[in-house]
């Protein structure tokens, strides 16, 4: 059984940074895609980010392709999510997800970290 634990969601100023730590324990990742998705209340849950836990190149959703940065640590078993010129339409609880497949669908959830940007 795979457990995620996300951390460093906060609120921060338009413009900001931020970076999202997924922390991965518990069971056998090496060949699982990851990502991070995101959801606003009310909302349907949306794509982020994704990659390959044993590499190569990752997807973007187009709103955040270009600002946002996925990678992740193997020797620590950390995904990460660096998340640069934030917005306010930014804001939304983001997940991790381990064993990412069909666009949305994940085997494994993290209990998600919040994301605030104020105007």
């Known amino acids: 059984q795979v457990h995620l634990v996300e951390s460093g969601g906060g609120l921060v100023q338009a413009g900001a940074s931020l970076r999202l730590s997924c922390t991965v324990s518990?069971?056998?990742?090496?060949?699982?895609?990851m990502g991070w998705f995101r959801q606003v209340s009310g909302k349907d849950r949306q794509f982020v980010a994704a990659?390959?836990?044993?590499?190569?190149?990752?997807t973007y959703a187009p709103s955040v392709k270009g600002r946002f940065t996925i990678s992740r640590d193997t020797a620590k078993n950390t995904l990460y999510l660096q998340m640069n010129d934030l917005k306010p339409e930014d804001s939304a609880i983001y997940y991790c997800?381990?064993?990412?497949?069909?666009?949305?669908?994940?085997?494994?959830w993290g209990q998600g970290t919040q994301v605030t940007v104020t105007s």
């Open positions: 997800a381990a064993g990412v497949y069909g666009g949305t669908s994940a085997d494994y």
């Open positions: 518990g069971g056998t990742i090496s060949r699982s895609a």
């Open positions: 990659l390959n836990w044993i590499g190569g190149s990752p």
